[in-house]
């Protein structure tokens, strides 16, 4: 905060004496703690915005990793960026600015389009070490077909950090290579990483060197006239770029600081379900939701792109852990304060003592919860955005379930364990298949994990050619033995650390959950999790921010082969026709599928910036779930929505037993973005996606007294769109719900 004063400071300071001197910063962030602390620089800079020297851009709350958050948190980082700079400044961004994040997903040009941004500046791409990328003025496609204008800049002279040299302007401009359809290129100036911004030196060199023969023109500009500029490029001769940006450096951003990353997760989902409830319990006459912006606010900040990658100082993932903590709390309390409302909203009836339990999402789920502490899992399924009430007489378990040392199986898997407590066989009862290809669940640790730069960004390439396997275990013993759920616990050590794995079936699920406790105390150590499995296939699917992105399972190219750590979300999953298999996760981001193996990074434990990064008492959850057809046909997304959010479930008396839907859903398979109050207070918003790449027919029917309305985009605002709820190929709707 400090040195978004001093920086700013300095700033509005050289406009006074340097008139043409013009400052552009992004991060509605910066500018929500500045009004806080320092009003009267705040007010200075709404004057300077006025003036025309100072630009506000970005659009987003702060500039945020891209990898690792969920489409919701992009949409809420658009939402809240573009609505505090419309409102404090007046101005709406048309250029998203983020110049240091690690890649970039496939699901941004969409909704940058849907945010009123129809640009996009970065210079990360630059930085990959093994391919060049080929543009630096392209039109950007996302998963959707939607495109934005992006552009990028390759200074020699230290990068984003530029200064006003001849060398930085010579070879910035030298190596423009859209300089054939354009004829000028965006050059950073100014000491970044720690703020300070431009010198006095740096714009007397400018002016100096303003007509300086042989030099091309260096002048401050305004970033959104600079791209209002290269829109006026035919688009016919603008190159395009389909798909994620994946940067070929700082791989290890995805596992380092794995507590934060956790935390971060699980507050993302705890706000948008406490937000879903809610709204279910107003569309049954409830009262309005209300807003959690504020604890939205706090996980949007940690979502910076030195924050959440894990490349921060120590006292950073203090204050991120804390607050994080806080958001989660916060959804958590929201979640039981909704479940109440709806419980008070059910029908009244005779039932003592009933489960109630709550769907959050867009598709029917098995009863599988946990209560007072005791698993249930049932043969009945709660609707899409439905209410269950199941009286006490109606809980049997599905029946199948059986525990020993060496095996778990349910009507659905068997899991086989072998001496060593890796899994000998994972068989899928229901298409009669094995689903691996040797021992599941292998435990590597790789203690050279040493990059040559950057101790907590990176991973080294040839990683793997120092590993070693953990097979020997200090406890090995059935823990868990109901009829609703079984569990194997298996304790290893390495060094001075122990990792408890607690293998869990459910008696109604199609997966083996390994719930994983490390006690981790050493350092420069990677650990890492793989399973061979009896599949084929030449790519695989990884789950991203509203949809997914197909990869090459093989190395036929250096492209190929510098993907050897990716990022996914809550699933990975390699299928051939007819036979797949999943990997799921409720935490980890890094991941790998070459050949038949499924690899998954779970912590490390690098000792620069932070020297205790990942250090201690951690706790996570993976999952390995065989399935027929493909992920999207085999039900994956939905299991490993379920593990990453439970149904909601408490008891309740003087209810009636039976279903409630207080909003119907049918159609093409979808996925929810969110169900939460519109920023105006008059309606709430229903946002989907289609999560596959298919289209088709999607109808909804809010419960009576309700009427559809819409659609609209992010920023709730009306669209011109063809008739009909129906979906597109990864394409993100919403509507508004209004009561009649």
Not at 576 to 591: D, I, R, S, T, W
Request: aromatic content about 8%.
């Amino acid at each position: 905060r400090r040195k978004a004063r001093r920086t700013f400071n300095t700033a509005l300071r050289l406009m006074e004496r340097f008139p043409d001197f013009v400052f552009n910063q992004s991060t509605a962030a910066y500018y929500a703690q500045i009004e806080e602390d320092d009003p009267a620089l705040f007010k200075e800079i709404q004057a300077a915005v006025k003036s025309g020297q100072w630009e506000t851009i970005g659009g987003m709350w702060v500039e945020p990793d891209t990898n690792m958050p969920t489409g919701e948190s992009f949409v809420r980082q658009i939402l809240y960026g573009q609505r505090y700079f419309e409102e404090k400044f007046g101005v709406r961004h048309r250029v998203c600015w983020l110049p240091d994040c690690f890649g970039f997903s496939p699901a941004l040009p969409q909704l940058l389009q849907q945010g009123g941004m129809d640009s996009f500046f970065t210079i990360k791409v630059n930085w990959s070490e093994t391919n060049k990328f080929p543009h630096d003025l392209f039109q950007w496609e996302g998963l959707d077909g939607s495109r934005v204008l992006a552009h990028t800049f390759d200074n020699p002279v230290r990068g984003y950090n530029g200064s006003t040299e001849p060398e930085a302007i010579l070879g910035t401009w030298g190596n423009f290579r859209g300089k054939t359809i354009h004829d000028e290129s965006l050059l950073a100036v100014g000491y970044g990483d720690g703020g300070g911004g431009v010198t006095p030196e740096m714009l007397e060199r400018q002016a100096q060197l303003a007509d300086f023969p042989a030099v091309p023109s260096l002048k401050p500009v305004r970033v959104e006239d600079v791209f209002a500029r290269m829109h006026a490029v035919p688009a016919s001769e603008v190159p395009v770029w389909q798909g994620e940006i994946y940067l070929e450096l700082h791989r290890a951003t995805l596992t380092t600081q794995s507590h934060t990353k956790r935390l971060h997760r699980h507050a993302e989902r705890a706000l948008i379900t406490a937000e879903t409830v809610a709204s279910l319990a107003n569309l049954l006459g409830g009262a309005r939701p209300e807003s959690l912006e504020n604890a939205w606010r706090k996980v949007l900040k940690n979502e910076f792109h030195d924050i959440l990658p894990g490349s921060g100082i120590r006292e950073i993932y203090e204050d991120a852990e804390r607050e994080l903590g806080e958001a989660l709390a916060t959804g958590l309390a929201a979640q039981k304060d909704g479940l109440a409302a709806l419980v008070g909203r059910l029908p009244k009836g005779d039932a003592r003592n009933a489960l109630v339990v709550v769907n959050p999402d867009l598709h029917g789920r098995p009863v599988r919860v946990e209560v007072d502490g005791k698993p249930i899992a049932l043969d009945a399924t709660v609707p899409a955005l439905g209410i269950s009430v199941i009286g006490d007489e109606n809980l049997a378990p599905t029946a199948g379930l059986s525990v020993s040392k060496q095996k778990l199986e349910n009507s659905l898997i068997r899991v086989t364990l072998n001496p060593d407590g890796t899994l000998a066989s994972l068989y899928d009862k229901r298409n009669g298949r094995e689903a691996l290809a040797g021992r599941g669940n292998q435990l590597w640790v790789y203690p050279m994990d040493k990059p040559r730069n950057w101790d907590a960004w990176d991973l080294e390439d040839d990683y793997a050619a120092h590993g070693l396997e953990l097979t020997s275990f200090e406890s090995f013993e059935v823990v868990e033995d109901t009829p609703h759920r079984a569990a194997i616990r298996i304790v290893r050590k390495f060094r001075d650390s122990t990792i408890t794995q607690t293998l869990q079936l459910w008696a109604n699920a199609p997966r083996l959950d390994i719930k994983t406790d490390p006690d981790w105390h050493d350092r420069r150590v990677l650990l890492r999790t793989q399973t061979p499995v009896d599949v084929r296939s030449d790519f695989a699917t990884f789950e991203c921010a509203f949809g997914v992105v197909r990869r090459s399972t093989h190395n036929n190219t250096s492209w190929d082969e510098a993907r050897f750590e990716v990022p996914a979300h809550r699933f990975a999953d390699l299928s051939e026709p007819g036979f797949g298999v999943a990997l799921l996760n409720n935490g980890k981001y890094g991941h790998s599928i070459k050949g038949n193996l499924l690899g998954l990074s779970l912590l490390r434990a690098p000792i620069y910036p932070d020297p205790l990064a990942d250090e201690g008492e951690q706790s996570f959850v993976y999952s390995l779930m065989p399935h027929a057809g493909s992920w999207h046909e085999g039900g994956v997304r939905e299991e490993a929505l379920d593990l990453n959010q439970p149904l909601l479930a408490t008891r309740a008396s003087d209810v009636a037993t039976g279903t409630q839907a207080p909003i119907a859903v049918s159609g093409i398979a979808a996925g929810l973005g969110g169900l939460k109050a519109s920023e105006d207070g008059s309606a709430l918003v229903l946002r989907v996606y289609e999560p596959a790449g298919g289209r088709g027919r999607f109808e909804i029917v809010p419960k009576d007294g309700w009427l559809l309305s819409g659609p609209v985009n992010i920023l709730e605002e009306a669209v011109d769109r063809a008739a009909g709820p129906d979906l597109k190929p990864f394409e993100v709707r919403s509507w508004l719900l209004k009561q009649k």
